[in-house]
């Protein structure tokens, strides 16, 4: 079965440090996603991405957010200056060949632990 | 987005069916239902998507009335292994903003 892969697993970093999280959604799909999860929190909606620009991204995603699709497979999210409240599972998803209806695909998600 | 609503939480026992039910008072003409299970610690997986009436697959089924303003989430015979948060979302075709809401914990017991 095609799957979502997410690098690296766990993450810990200081306060003030970029973190850069890594996706390899599944191929041929056109629709990415980023979601966060903290600890005993429902999953919150960061950003979508489709056609290698931001499609739509929540209030959580400000100016120290980015995302980016450096080449045909991987799918990054870099958090600029990390502070202790990014502390939180962070989930890769992706979904549609030809619309964003469907299964979302998510990876096992990459846990942040900012000190 | 439609916004929805769930139970919070529910216990069953195993070899019970479970029935959880989603309002989507807003739901717009092109969005589609879909539920998610998630266990602690892992990403959240896809369970079954419809559009009305009934979808059945292999592992539930789902009830969408004529209206749409809710849909019904049918886990028969749980087991313990059922045990974990259950998450309606309603979005359309380019509705890039899929969301999640709180979610229900269904908890099951031997």
């Known amino acids: 079965e095609p799957e979502v892969t997410q690098t690296p697993s766990h993450q810990v970093t200081q306060m003030g440090q970029e973190v850069i999280l890594r996706c390899v959604p599944i191929?041929?799909?056109?629709?990415f996603y980023w979601y966060r999860q903290i600890l005993g929190q429902k999953v919150e909606f960061l950003v979508s991405?489709?056609?290698?620009?931001?499609?739509?991204k929540s209030e959580i995603f400000d100016d120290q957010f980015s995302v980016e699709r450096p080449d045909g497979s991987n799918f990054t999210l870099k958090i600029r200056s990390t502070k202790l409240e990014d502390s939180a599972m962070y989930f890769c998803?992706?979904?549609?060949?030809?619309?964003?209806?469907?299964?979302?695909?998510f990876g096992e998600g990459s846990r942040l632990t900012v000190l | 987005l439609a916004k929805t609503t769930q139970p919070i939480s529910m216990d069953s026992y195993e070899g019970q069916e479970v029935n959880i039910t989603c309002s989507h008072n807003?739901?717009?003409?092109?969005?589609?239902i879909t539920w998610y299970q998630q266990f602690p610690s892992q990403g959240p997986r896809f369970i079954i998507q419809g559009y009305k009436t009934k979808v059945t697959n292999e592992v539930a089924s789902l009830f969408i009335p004529a209206d749409r303003k809710s849909s019904t989430l049918s886990l028969p015979r749980v087991s313990l292994s059922d045990t974990a948060v259950y998450y309606c979302?309603?979005?359309?075709?380019?509705?890039?903003?899929?969301?999640f809401g709180a979610g229900t914990t269904v908890t099951v017991r031997a």
């Open positions: 191929s041929n799909h056109l629709y």
């Open positions: 998803a992706s979904i549609g060949r030809t619309s964003n209806t469907g299964e979302l695909f």
């Open positions: 979302l309603v979005g359309g075709n380019n509705d890039y903003k899929l969301s």
């Open positions: 991405f489709y056609n290698n620009e931001i499609s739509e």
């Open positions: 807003n739901i717009a003409t092109n969005d589609y």
